[in-house]
């Protein structure tokens, strides 16, 4: 969710000896050591996808933390998903554009693809695809009639990349899900979520606040289900449950499964999901607070199997971003080294004890890193107080 207020990586070491989690020895699920901070690095706020199309026009001209609208180009921005690539790269997915449907007409959504060099602590740019509609599979009228997709259209948060090599991309308008070839072509009609409706979505009386979609996508094992985490609450349900519900590729239909992940404080949000195994997932769990008035930044493992029969996902944290252990002073940055962005949209598994996690900078707004700048987007590593126990098959992009 976006809200106004902003590679010299080699090839992931996979540990061949990971078990499914079902082998996982109890001791593990009690809760591991404090994380560290391993690797930092940074892509400047103010990038941009050259020779590209003017954006931000409907944000004013005042300037906002020191950058004054509208830009020339796209900004390179708002990481709201990220899938690793077997070469040590990332494709990122930026989201909306600048918070809402009404001031992102001019924002293109778009796949970058970035290497993080953590020797000299920059983030490359490498490319990209811009998300289009040539075949006309949207059945209602987009922004632009060339049908490149803009945040005007949907607000996409997360990404999975199916066997196939193709994308499922969850949105927070619909919320759908948006299935998309490798070259950015949508493949087939955006699928709603039944009997849920965001505001922005005509088909249904609302009953999910805007911007509280499908913020969290993670693909199983196998390869042949989805779990769709949506960020809201539907109405009627209790105060901070959340639904994830699984999406069967191979039918192309939801599926009668669904769980409840339940926030620690129903004024808090997700940020992101990925699969460890059948059963467990990593959820990144926030408030709204951003630099000094952030106090929750975790990323706890969430169980579908429900040890303890209360009705909801079983959560164990895993790693605090707030006090992340940095005794080598990775970055310039002291110990123990935060993470204070309002939104941390992005999580992924290196190896079995290794994430990779950034935050979404939304440019220009966020400034929790320093108060008054438009915040980078930041590429961090860090190491847990011990394994995963993933399945095998999610260490390998």
Request: overall charge negative.
């Amino acid at each position: 969710m976006r809200r106004p207020l902003a590679i010299g990586l080699a090839a992931f070491a996979v540990c061949s000896l990971a078990v499914p989690s079902s082998a996982a020895p109890e001791s593990d699920r009690g809760g591991p050591g404090r994380a560290a901070l391993t690797q930092f690095a940074a892509l400047p706020a103010e990038t941009y996808v050259s020779a590209s199309d003017p954006s931000g026009s409907l944000l004013g001209t005042a300037p906002v933390n020191g950058i004054t609208p509208p830009f020339a180009d796209q900004p390179v921005q708002g990481f709201s998903g990220i899938v690793g690539n077997p070469d040590g790269t990332f494709e990122v997915l930026s989201d909306n554009g600048y918070g809402t449907k009404a001031n992102s007409a001019d924002f293109v959504l778009r796949l970058h693809r970035i290497g993080p060099d953590f020797r000299s602590g920059a983030v490359d740019v490498l490319g990209g695809v811009n998300l289009t509609d040539p075949n006309r599979k949207v059945p209602f009228p987009l922004t632009r009639p060339d049908r490149v997709l803009t945040g005007a259209d949907f607000d996409v948060e997360s990404i999975v990349r199916a066997a196939d090599g193709s994308y499922w991309i969850g949105d927070e308008f619909g919320p759908y899900l948006l299935h998309f070839d490798r070259a950015g072509r949508l493949l087939a009609p955006p699928v709603p979520l039944p009997g849920v409706f965001a505001p922005e979505n005509p088909a249904g009386t609302p009953n999910l606040l805007s911007s509280k979609g499908f913020e969290g996508l993670a693909l199983s094992p196998d390869r042949r289900t989805l779990n769709a985490l949506l960020e809201g609450v539907v109405a009627g349900d209790s105060a901070g449950s959340l639904r994830l519900n699984e999406f069967d590729l191979v039918r192309g239909a939801y599926t009668d499964r669904r769980w409840t992940y339940q926030l620690d404080d129903p004024a808090y949000a997700i940020g992101d999901v990925t699969t460890v195994d059948r059963d467990r997932l990593l959820v990144i769990e926030r408030d709204g607070g951003q630099g000094a008035t952030a106090k929750v930044k975790k990323i706890y493992l969430a169980d579908k199997r429900d040890r303890d029969h209360d009705g909801k996902l079983d959560k164990t944290l895993v790693a605090d971003l707030l006090n992340l252990a940095n005794p080598r002073h990775v970055g310039g940055f002291a110990d123990p080294f935060t993470f204070p962005f309002q939104t941390i949209e992005d999580v992924a598994i290196l190896d079995d004890r290794t994430l990779a996690v950034l935050n979404d900078n939304n440019f220009p707004f966020s400034s929790g890193r320093t108060p008054g700048k438009p915040d980078n987007n930041e590429f961090i590593t860090v190491r847990l107080g011990e394994r995963l126990h993933a399945d095998p098959r999610v260490l390998r992009p």
